[in-house]
């Protein structure tokens, strides 16, 4: 998986997208397709949503913080986004035929 690392005051943090904090994100209402039509909204949960694998402790406040002093913001949205996207990608990766263990399936009509 990709990874971007962000530095902010004294500390450095991965951020870094996996299908459970896609997931999660989901569940709580991100829409990756409303980033043209509620940005104030989607982009700063896009963002947030980065940091759920590697510093889910970190709070909302600090997140939004390091966001408003990111510089190149546009540029970091365009990554997220292709990260994101890559993210969702994995759900359709391919198992190995034959690879012992796999789930096979058919169809009965």
Do not use: C
């Not at 190995?96 to 009965?108: I, L, P, Q, V």
Request: proline letters at 2%; glycine letters at 6%.
């Amino acid at each position: 998986m990709k990874t971007i690392t962000l530095r902010y005051g004294d500390k450095a943090y991965t951020l870094e997208y996996n299908r459970a904090a896609v997931r999660l994100m989901e569940s709580q209402g991100f829409n990756l397709d409303d980033l043209n039509k509620k940005p104030a909204t989607t982009i700063p949960d896009l963002f947030a949503g980065a940091f759920r694998f590697h510093h889910s402790g970190l709070s909302r406040k600090t997140i939004d913080e390091i966001f408003e002093n990111t510089n190149h913001r546009s540029d970091l949205v365009v990554k997220l986004t292709e990260m994101y996207v890559d993210t969702i990608n994995t759900l359709f990766d391919e198992a190995e035929d034959g690879d012992e263990g796999n789930a096979n399936w058919d169809t009965s009509w």
